[in-house]
């Protein structure tokens, strides 16, 4: 079996070692390293996550940090959400867009003082982004990529799991609140986040030598409640609505199609990177958005390769952009990013190799 290994292009995550003891049996790449995808049983995983708590090396998520006397402006040139009320101490989910109004992101914004911030970053490059924006605008910043890696415990125990290790304060978290922690000199940072609805936290490794101690520390307290090990779940995510950026957009997505537009500020200032284009988009009128698509062949069984072709009879209105056999709706559904002409309730044909599926659009989330 051939091998794809670490190497200087491809970083190591700290809890590596931990996610290979349990099994992880593919991965993805994402930032340069290699995002745990499954560990085997999928079944098991996704009724983790719905019933009990689940472990998640989410390191890929990577932190940008933007300190000095202008980062709160680089911060907001970098964003199209109005973040002159970001509050220290609490995290905002932001579109990142280009010069174009082309989403090129949807990081969490965390702000840990006036000259402080972190962009808790998806699948692309905003290290050198920033740097570039920073640069062109004269702006009196420092950015670097800080030694943090996130891990996630999502899922209705997740909470209990949290609290067992680090004190019952964390129940008094507020969504996307955050708090410095440690435990055994390990030190960390505490958010309720994470790329789920099932509800939990995130823990910010601070020191990448200590990844294996705090995977074992949160799985042996996690083992009252059965935790075990997950992923970001491709099956939940759908369910609930949750977008992923650079899966469900292409080169051409701006945040109005991928509902985004309510985290979508259009009175910034005409200096914020790509808001001038935004309001040039939404006068002009959108073109596309994003609906679900529940299949009508209870039998329908997700394939390999995405941005299947939707048409109604030979006029293409769309692609699907991802999907996924849904064990609560008891169909397979996906995302379609179609025409604005289709509405809700309208049939549609997905093409899928050779074979036409009937599908029925529908209302994002699905639950
Ligand atoms: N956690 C952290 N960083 C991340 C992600 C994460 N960076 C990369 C990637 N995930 C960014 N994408 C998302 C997508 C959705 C959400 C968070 C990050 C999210 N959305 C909620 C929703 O859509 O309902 C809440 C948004 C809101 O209303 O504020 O949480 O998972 N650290």
Redo the contacts with the bound molecule.
Sequence with gaps: MAEIGPNTRLRVSPFYEATIGEGVTAFSPYNNMLMPVSFGDADAEYNRLMNGVSQWD?SV?RQVEIIGPDAARLVQLLSVRDLSKIEVGK???VPMCDHRGVLIN???VLKHEDGRFWL???DNNILMWARAIAAERGLDVNICEPDVS?M?IQGPKAEDVVASVFGDWVRALKY?WFAPAEINGIPLII?R???S?QGGF?IYLRDGTRGIDLWNIIKEAGEPWGIGPGN?SPIERIES???S?GGDTDDQTNPFEVRLGK?VDLDLDDEVVGIQALRQIKAEGVKRQQVGIVFDNPECRPGHAIWYAVQQGDRGVGHMTCGAWSPRAGAMIGFGLVHTDLTVGDEVDVVRGGYVDRARLCELPFF
């Design positions: 989410v998520e995290g905002k989910y949807d990081p969490v808790s970053i998806g996130p996630a996307f958010q986040s994470g790329y609805k995130e970001p609505g949750l977008l950026y985290y």
